[in-house]
């Protein structure tokens, strides 16, 4: 896996989110003032790994109280001091290990009588949210099972917190947390989008060197990629962070006699666009830095990066430049197939669904996309007020939503929409979201291929 991760990243003195510096460059470095100079003596501080190698409930919610508390009374180079590298080591490996095991999409049919089923949608590093969310629904239990829907870090300031806390939850109850891949869970996005910088701030060395950061942000990147694309809950419900993926038609080349190893050339040119089947997306190979946006292996990049449309048929999606565009008609085509009744996607945010006719906006958190004979397609969106860092003086101020799935069949959605904690902690973004382009669009394609 490779990663050019060699740009310094000199500090900026540090400003308001409301007053956002108009020459703010991407490797700005937050330094908020230091409140108080030790967290309060309930708090186990520094994280350590448990001496018996197993986490407890305990220690994943003193895990969320310390992050809470740094992030509003020491300074993001300080962070080292809150969790240091070894332990941030022990538990991205630990998770990478259940993550990796994982097929692409996640079966959850252990969904008893006194189950529910929590789905949440982008969260976009808004640690405070996120720990709002978890308590407001409940945190997971043994009849409380999560299901994440990606895109964990970027634009916002607390990224790195953000999936740690998700991991810690992830290891604790393995059978009960499910994390699966966001488009921004990526090399390239990460780049952009400001979760590279904040890893390489957080993880500063004394003598101002990204060492220790660019091993921190490999380990990231290696996570990601184990991350699932996709579940099926209780056999009715279908989450993915964009939505659905083509077919991939491959004709293989016969081999010559007495060639055992020689390599089968396959050819994916199609006269058309068709929908692609649950056994096509289990064989997908998603273990790749960006999902590629050509080539045989594109399942993955559809599934993080496809939009609905109200228009029927199955489309590229020339806005994003990679995944699909798919009508009501093809919501209906899975539904029936597959025998589901919803699907629950993300990937779209207030920002971008002012760009899209036809399709609601996004101020209460979701929006129904698709009402068809076999079920609905619903987007998810759980960051409110997003994104953190808005170049223009209007802000969105939308809310965040997250969905229950109840017995006995988990496919009757029930909406809990919440506001944004406030006031947020004073930070600087980690990118330059004056000109970074906007909901993830026209990208650069180059940059984002990689090799196999």
């Known amino acids: 896996m490779s990663c050019n991760c ?12 409301s007053q956002p510096s108009q020459d703010q460059q991407q490797s700005s470095s937050p330094e908020p003032p230091i409140l108080a100079s030790s967290p309060p003596p309930e708090l186990e501080f520094p994280i350590e790994w448990p001496p018996d190698g197993n986490l407890s409930l305990e220690w994943v919610q003193n895990l969320m109280s310390v992050f809470d508390w740094s992030s509003r009374n020491l300074t993001p180079t300080q962070f080292q001091e809150v969790l240091p590298v070894k332990v941030f080591d022990t538990l991205v490996l630990t998770a990478s290990k259940i993550l990796h095991k994982e097929p692409n999409c996640v079966m959850i049919d252990d969904c008893g009588p006194d189950s529910t089923v929590v789905v949440v949608g982008d969260v976009h590093g808004q640690l405070h949210d996120v720990l709002f969310l978890l308590k407001d629904a409940g945190y997971p239990s043994e009849n409380r099972i999560f299901v994440f829907n990606g895109d964990y870090v970027d634009r ?14 992830k290891v604790l109850m393995p059978t009960r ?37 660019k091993h921190v942000y490999r380990k990231c990147l290696g996570c990601f990629e184990g991350l699932p694309l996709a579940s ?14 083509r077919s991939i038609a491959v004709t293989p080349v016969k081999r010559a006699k007495g060639k055992k190893n020689r390599k089968i050339v396959m050819n994916s040119e199609t006269s058309s666009l068709v929908l692609g089947s649950l056994e096509e997306l289990s064989k997908a190979r998603r273990s790749v830095l960006d999902p590629p946006w050509e080539g045989l292996n594109l399942i993955p990049g559809d599934v993080l990066w496809s939009d609905p449309s109200m228009k029927p048929g199955l489309a590229p999606n020339k806005v994003r430049g990679i995944g699909l565009i798919w009508g009501p008609d093809c919501t209906e085509d899975f539904l029936k197939k597959f025998q589901l009744k919803l699907i629950i996607r993300s990937h779209e945010g207030p920002d971008a669904r002012e760009k899209r006719p036809g399709l609601g906006g996004m101020d209460q958190g979701y929006t129904i996309d698709h009402v068809v004979e076999s079920g609905k397609l619903i987007t998810l969106f759980s960051a409110p007020d997003y994104p953190q860092f808005q170049g223009t003086e209007e802000r969105h101020r939308n809310k ?3 969905i229950v799935l109840e017995p006995p069949n988990f496919d009757h959605p029930v909406f809990h929409g919440f506001e ?21 669009e026209e990208l650069d394609m180059a940059s984002m291929a990689t090799s196999p």
């Open 420 to 440: 944004a904690i406030t006031p947020r902690p004073q930070v600087n973004a980690y990118y330059d979201y004056e000109e970074a382009i906007d909901s993830d």
């Open 177 to 213: 947390v499910y994390l699966l891949r966001g488009n921004h869970e990526s090399k390239y996005c990460t780049s952009v989008y400001g979760f590279e910088n904040e890893v390489l701030v957080k993880y500063r060395d004394e003598h101002g060197k990204d060492r220790v950061g």
């Open 400 to 402: 965040g939503a997250y």
């Open 232 to 245: 099926i809950i209780n056999g009715s419900v279908y989450t993915a962070h964009g939505g659905l993926f």
């Open 156 to 169: 916002g300031a607390w990224g790195l917190e953000t999936f740690l806390v998700l991991l810690a939850w």
């Open 6 to 17: 060699d740009s310094e990243i000199p500090p900026l003195p540090p400003q308001s989110e």
